[in-house]
């Protein structure tokens, strides 16, 4: 397997297992993360619903999420197409997109459709593997369901 | 990642981003394409949903959809899995299956299933690409959900 | 594609087809499988819904299946993320993982989701082709949905 796509696998697999310090290792040092809507994203509206800059930043959205007391957990599933390389990256950068599915259940009840959408991501090596040096998420509904904003 | 893998996520790029006419462009001049239920599969029946012969048919109905008035957009979203080569074709083909899941998000709505379902296909090397010569999708449901049948 | 992808599809496709005699192949003679909910898992409870020694537990279990009437059929669809191979497998084994998206059709019903969840895997090479020799597939959900209890 391509080291891409195990890049976007283990992605995937720390969010889901709720590794979020592995997740934050996953960004370069100085990378940037966003989370919008494919409304917002489409009209270029730079509303974004997560907004983190740097390791520093996701590692505060990261304790954020960890702190927040919840009734009742809820675990997430990603499934995650194949990573498409974008023509025009430069040589150090990959520039690739993905879609992705995530999946929710809720302790007591059958699980759903959370979210579906499309990644717009940098990826560069960086200490020795792939890193995302950015990484914009953009989902097809126009609310994400819930009150608590998970990364995606 | 193999060329054929990036037939695949590139056709549901097209289609979940409405690049029809870049849709169109996979398929070699005279694909043919079907679209049907696995209930009519199964039992060998010739009915199917949508039938498009050559590229001009794929054209037609791509157009009837760019004309549609819809009230309530709808977005959908192509998960494909590993696209699997069967054995047996020959020097210049390749059959190959895959697996899919199309979500659909309706605005204002919540992201759901729409299909899932396998593709059969025969793909060829024409114009320095891989092109779609054949493809039936075959859903699992017995009926396509909402009223405008979109390609898969 | 790499062999490991393809075993992972091939699995998908016996299930969703209902080839159960192709599914037991891709086992080893001695294989052990196991379905168990993520639940159970975490807290390391040796509980299991689904528990097959051996190639003649899994026929068991096949032919179960096979046996059993249902008023409305359903068909299962699976969906396979990229297998991710785990560091520290021996020479001859592979150690991976894969989420998973099942979803489900009853006749005359839409399609739904019907299971997700992440599988551990050992995979070796035996007469000429990988086959499974583990496979615990762990469900994010507490309960299987519906009364019969297919594998994963």
Redesign the interface.
């Known amino acids: ?2 080291e ?3 890049l ?3 992605y ?2 720390c969010l ?1 297992e709720g590794d979020l310090e592995r997740w934050v290792d996953l960004f370069t040092e100085d990378a940037s993360y966003r989370l919008t809507s ?1 409304e917002n994203h489409d009209l270029g509206l730079p509303l974004a619903l997560v907004r983190c800059e740097g390791r520093a930043g996701l590692r505060d959205r990261a304790m954020a999420i960890g702190r927040t007391a919840v009734f009742r957990p809820r ?1 997430m ?9 974008v023509a025009g990256a430069d040589d150090d950068t990959i520039a690739s ?1 993905a ?3 995530v ?1 929710e ?1 809720i ?12 990644s717009f991501d940098r990826v560069v090596r960086e200490g020795g593997r792939l890193r995302f040096r950015e990484r914009v998420c953009v989902f ?3 609310l994400v ?1 819930g009150s608590i904003v998970y990364p995606l």
Do not use: K, N, Q
């Open positions: 397997m391509s891409l796509v195990e976007y696998a283990e995937g697999d889901d494919r675990r599933r990603h499934l995650i197409g194949a990573p498409r390389v997109r879609t992705f599915a999946f259940t302790e007591g009840e059958e699980t759903r459709v959370f979210l579906t959408g499309r097809d509904a126009s369901p």
